[in-house]
């Protein structure tokens, strides 16, 4: 086996690494230099994936994931006659969590997006038994407990940048559920969606919003993945009859400047 010392394999995850059972979630491998000729094997906690071949492309999806798709993943990449072979790739953590009806994260203000110096409150709420629940983060550093607690709550009374990450309930036991984004933007636009999955069939509604007032502002583009789908608004967009079809990274433009891009995803009622 020749391993090439230049051509380097990466992962990367689309849309993000910690979802939902029953979510769906696309690990591309990437090769720096060349792009062509490669076939790609997958690992899973550093044993070869049995369903490599679903990856050949250089994407490995998992839909629906389930439990027992947690872990940390890499990839290698191999072309020619003998085969010349990448080093493994570094290493892509996959978080799959429990579905809970009786556990739900609530924020507030219920978005995905908020502004710096603003306040920002979580809980975690069970209908049988809210204590044991503690509302834990993971940010670009590292997995902590939110620094207020508040019973099974958290208070932020002044958000900063370095507040965006992922939060979660997790009970005593070390049970994880309901992982929900939160981006906190210092700039003068955000986009306010819901932080929970739309449902399909649904009405999925988004606003821009300005610094200054906290309410939609009154012309505004919306875009999505890249593509402007509306523009000139009064800041709001709704899209009626969600469908699979609308997941993909939304943000909005104005004048005064430009949203973050936030996730929406699509979940089949009943799930």
Known sequence: ?????????????????????????????????SSKGWTFSWFRDHDHLSDSSRGAGGSYTLSPAALQHTGVYTCRAERGRPAYYTHNSSSQTLWITGVSASVSLVINPSRSQHFSSDSLSLSCEDNSNSAGWTVRRYTDKDTQTCAKQTGSGC???????????????????????????????????????????VIEGETLTLHCLHRST?????????????SLIQNQTTGEMNITTVSKSHEGFYYCKTERGQSLHSWISVRVRGQ
Request: proline letters at 6%.
């Open 155 to 197: 208070v932020m009374d002044s958000l900063s940048t370095s507040d965006t990450g992922v939060y979660w309930c997790e009970s005593e036991s070390g049970e994880k559920r309901h992982p929900r984004n939160i981006t906190v933007h210092d700039g003068e636009v955000i986009l306010e969606s819901s932080v929970d999955p």
């Open 214 to 226: 906290n309410s939609p502002i009154l012309s505004a583009d919306f875009y999505k993945d890249g």
């Open 1 to 33: 086996m020749f391993c090439s010392a230049e051509a380097q394999a990466s992962v990367r995850v689309s849309p993000q690494p910690w979802l939902t059972e029953g979510e769906s979630v696309t690990l591309i491998c990437e090769v720096s230099g």
